[in-house]
């Protein structure tokens, strides 16, 4: 049912409605390489709790990632014993590929993944896919670095991950707390849409996944989880913190450039209150001031520490059109994707070009008011200028958001007017959307086997 019908309002999330005997609502994957011993044991604990506590109809999927061991007769064997447990062979290895694979081809509409040796407690499985279920969040995430959690690790292991969520806020201003615990859940509207843009397959892939969601103004809901840590496992710290790191440049490159298609992201789902059109409240102009005040604040100082430099060097009139040029170059850009939320390279140029007029009027207020000044004192002290400086940039500032707001970005496109990824007329995505998809990846269901295959036969 609706959650919400208020006049006005974008289609809200619904609530899943009660599916019927046998329609699963949760798919738990797992992704396993090589783990015959512990396979087993996960996949059995996990099915009964599920029996007993989750109140709608489930499956337990095993996605193996190409083991060589016993893992796949295992896996078949558990398919054979239990109706609700299925298991997929991947030819090549990456916990990513697996999970994106699955998740694709699932039909279930609330999409989860856990780790093969259960260091989470199940008991946060339920508060974990419940927002989702009940449509208030998009994504969901188990967090091992929230106030109450409850936590047994290594200090190596501690440092490491708090290091690695430090550089994540710093880089890509993410704001989740655990990128890298393995107990996450999405909706599968959700993933059908972020999926195609996720280009990892390894141990990157769900931090890639929240920050684009992050990014397109998804809800994620946080539980705080009990975790131990498992110290059997197979994890190569190193390679995998190297290969995060190689994935954090890689996905910070593509925000900064703009080569991520994220204007067809923002804010797809609805039920945000700040879409309502509301009488008397006008949209999107106070996130507007905010943001150009922000930028406004940082490029004076940034203007006035280039106009202290340029000033050793020459004139107070040269040194103040040099420091407007290049400080009105970077405020065009950063009010341009910050302020306005335009997106890509497309009419980059032009905008810059028209940034460079508001610059002239900017230029001849604060140059007009440094000749006021020589006029009136014949060597006015440098404290003196800078205060004059400010005064006329304030009076700039004013005039440049409303060329920018009416002039420069009129037809900037509010977050929420962003189309969804569209489902072609052949079935193929377009590039960039095709990159993410795996030719040779193939779903191959394992049939049971009454021999171990080590047997050759």
Not at 116 to 145: E, Y
Not at 356 to 382: E, F, K, M, R
Not at 397 to 423: G, H, Q
Request: hydrophobic share 45%.
């Amino acid at each position: 049912m609706r959650t919400d019908s208020s006049p006005g309002s974008l289609p809200a999330r619904e609530h899943l409605p009660a599916a019927g005997a046998g329609t699963p609502v949760l798919d738990v994957v797992i992704p396993v390489y090589n783990e015959e011993k512990d396979l087993r044991p996960c996949v059995l604990r996990l099915h009964d709790h599920l029996t007993r506590t989750f109140p709608y109809a489930f499956r337990v999927t095993v996605a193996d990632n190409a083991s060589t061991d016993a893992t796949p007769h295992v896996a078949a064997r558990l398919a054979a014993e239990l109706a609700e447990v299925t298991t997929f062979r991947l030819e090549q290895k990456g916990r990513g590929r697996a999970l994106r694979t699955v998740w694709s081809a699932s039909d279930a509409p609330v999409l989860a993944y856990m780790d093969v040796d259960l260091s989470t407690d199940l008991n946060a499985l339920l508060p974990l896919v419940a927002p989702l279920i009940s449509g208030h969040s998009d994504l969901a995430i188990g967090s091992r670095l929230a106030r109450s959690s409850r936590v047994v690790r290594g200090a190596k292991r501690e440092f490491i991950s708090r290091s690695y969520n430090l550089i994540l806020r710093g880089s890509l201003q993410a704001r989740f707390s655990d990128a890298q615990c393995g107990f996450k859940a999405i909706r599968r509207d959700v993933a059908q849409v972020l999926l195609p843009l996720v280009e990892d397959t390894g141990w990157f892939f769900d931090t890639e996944m929240l920050v684009l969601a992050e990014r397109a103004g998804c809800r994620i809901h946080e539980v705080p989880v009990d975790w131990v840590d498992d110290p059997d496992s197979t994890v190569h710290i190193v390679r995998t913190a190297t290969e995060d790191l190689k994935g954090v440049w890689r996905v910070g490159k593509a925000l900064a450039t703009g080569s991520l298609p994220l204007d067809r992201l923002a804010r797809p789902f609805g039920d945000d209150p700040r879409d309502r059109d509301l009488t008397d409240v006008p949209q999107g102009l106070a996130r507007q001031l905010v943001g150009f005040c922000v930028v406004g604040v940082l490029s004076t100082l940034f203007y006035l520490l280039l106009y202290s430099g340029f000033r050793h060097f020459g004139g107070s009139q040269s040194a103040n059109a040099l420091a407007l040029l290049v400080s009105a170059v970077a405020n065009t850009a950063a009010n341009r994707r910050l302020t306005f939320g335009v997106r890509g390279r497309g009419g980059a140029v032009r905008h810059q070009a028209q940034g460079l007029v508001v610059l002239g009027i900017g230029l001849a207020l604060t140059s007009g008011s440094l000749a006021a000044l020589n006029a009136a004192t014949a060597d006015p002290d440098h404290s003196t200028e800078l205060a004059v400086l400010i005064a006329a940039n304030l009076a700039a500032t004013v005039l440049r958001f409303l060329l920018f707001r009416a002039w420069v970005f009129p037809d900037a496109p509010p977050a929420v007017d962003a189309p969804l990824i569209a489902d072609p007329p052949d079935g193929r995505l377009p590039e960039p959307y095709r990159t993410w998809s795996d030719a040779t990846v193939r779903l191959q269901p394992v049939p049971p086997a009454d021999t171990d295959p080590r047997d050759g036969r």
